[in-house]
Structures are given as C-alpha cells and as structure tokens.
C-alpha cells in the first residue's frame, strides 16, 4: 500500500450556473456518483452557490453529499460497482480511447514538456471552450436551469474576490447565456406575442411554445395578445420594440402592420417560424433585443 496511488475526486465548476443555481446540486451529486463509482478515496464537493459566495447552507448540503455518495451508500465498498452496466462501460471505453489518441498525439509532437513550452495545451483549452460555447449557444447542447426549464431571476453577480476567486474564473458554458441575459436585462425590450383569433391548431400551439421557451432563455417576458379589431389600438398602447406572430395567418398581419406603420415605424416583426427551429439560439436572441437586424 505504501505506494498505491490515491485517488481525490471533485467536481468541474465548468459544469456550474449562475442561473437556477440549486441544479448545481444536480450536478454536484452526479459527478461525486462518477467519483464514487470510479473508486475515488475521497471526495470533495462544492457548494451548489460557491459562484456567488459559499452560504453554510451551500456547504453543509456539500458536505453532506460527498459523504453520502463514499460512505452512506455502501458504493465504495464494492469492487466494481459499475460492471455490468453497458452504458457505463461504453463509457469508460471510449474515454480510454480517446485519452489514449491524445497521448499518442503528445508524445508525436516531443511529450508533455515540449507540448507545454509550445502552448498545445493551451490551445486545447481554448478549443474546447469554444466548441462547449458553440453546442450550448447554437442549442446543440442544452443544459437545465439555463436553456431547459430556464430560470427566470436576474443573473446573479459572481464573487471577484477572495480564496476562491481564482478557481472560479475557469471558463464554463453557462457564460455565454448569462452574459446574454445581462445583456437584456439591461436593455429591457418589449416583446408582443400576436396570437390569432380563435382555436390554434397544433403547429401553430408548437410555435407558441417554441417562442415562449426562446424567450424564457433570453429573460424576456413577451405580452401575450390575441388578434382582434382592437390589436392595432393595443399595440400602440404597448409600445412594444418587437411582435412576434404565428405564421399561418400572414394577411392579417401585413394589414396589421400597414395600419400601425405610419405612427410606429420601428416596431420590428417577426414570424415565430423564423426564430426557432433552425436559427441559431444566441442570434435568435440577439435579434429579439435588436442586435441583429436579421434573425
């Protein structure tokens, strides 16, 4: 035992949020599992708000986690307590693939030392940060509390200072939506959902939904209005920055907007077909707040 290595699991806070920062413990739990299913000698959990500042809360639930998942549940006493598990085991496999491929591409380019010397470590850093943004921001990714289910409280303020503030500025996908929704927080749009009269067939129920969820993302909060003699009286009264329609009723809106023109020519519109789906969730966003001229 004198030289067995010793293994000291802890969870990424790239995997983090600011938004709906109770998923954290989620995430938390699942990755102190992972530890302890990989047969980890101890673990060390961080507070589910350790982004904003530890609370005792935070760190008591932390702790309590860690010591379930190594000790309560009798996991780290089985040998392998994943074998057998398909999933896992696939897993594992393609873990071991890949990290071998990436050892043999080290030691091609000189090993470890001249990889560091020559930034290839850097490099795959800053790549995979890329590509983590871009899966997230594109909704090839999607991540609870941030773009499932997306929270609607303003982003909190993450701490600057302190013993973790150095830990803390690793880079993490959930940024790119947080700094989205300052963005919008600071601008404050009015957004109008047009509804048409009558019963909605299941298409267009689809697009509504699409619509609200893209919007939930985005921190915005569209009015609800259905499409009435009236509608022109109320958007002016609204005074809204953009109206987003369900498609299937094109007319209404052209004369809609004829009618409103003349006296509120910067109101922006946008068929609810065409910010959802396909588009790219961060312009789709960005077209909502009015920094792309197209969505």
């Known amino acids: 035992d004198k030289y067995r290595l010793r293994l000291h699991a802890a969870p990424s806070l790239r995997m983090f949020s600011l938004l709906d920062q109770d998923v954290n413990m989620l995430r938390s739990t699942t990755a102190l599992l992972g530890g302890a299913l990989g047969n980890a000698d101890a673990l ?38 994943a074998g057998g598990s398909g999933f896992i085991e696939a897993r594992t496999d393609d873990l071991a693939k890949a990290a071998w491929s990436m050892f043999q591409t080290l030691e091609h380019q000189g090993g470890a030392s001249a990889c560091y010397k020559d930034g290839v470590f850097a490099n795959f850093a800053r790549d995979g940060k890329a590509s983590s943004e871009n899966a ?46 300052r963005k919008a927080e600071m601008i404050q749009p009015r957004v109008i959902c047009l509804l048409p009269s009558g019963d909605m067939d299941k298409a267009s129920e689809r697009l509504k939904t699409q619509s ?49 023109t003349a006296d509120m020519p910067d109101i922006r519109y946008v068929a609810a077909a065409d910010i959802t789906g396909s588009t790219p969730l961060i312009g789709a966003l960005e077209f909502l707040i009015g920094e792309q001229a197209d969505a």
């Open 136 to 181: 997230l921001s594109t909704d090839k990714t999607r991540m609870l509390g941030v773009t499932v289910q997306p929270d609607m409280s303003p982003v909190a303020d993450m701490v600057t200072d302190g013993w973790c503030a150095d830990e803390l500025a690793i880079a993490r996908p959930a940024q790119v939506i947080e700094e989205f929704r």
């Open 44 to 81: 060390s959990g961080f507070a589910h708000d350790i982004l904003t500042g530890e609370s005792n809360r935070g760190r008591r639930l932390a702790c309590m986690t860690q010591l379930l998942m190594i000790e309560e549940s009798g996991i780290a006493r089985a040998i392998d307590p």
């Open 212 to 260: 609200d969820q893209l919007c939930a993302i985005g921190g915005l909060l569209p009015m609800t209005l259905i499409c009435s003699d009236d509608s022109a009286r109320d958007i002016r009264a609204a005074k809204p920055d953009m109206v987003i329609y369900i498609d299937n009723w094109l007319d209404d809106i052209a004369d809609l907007r004829a009618a409103i």
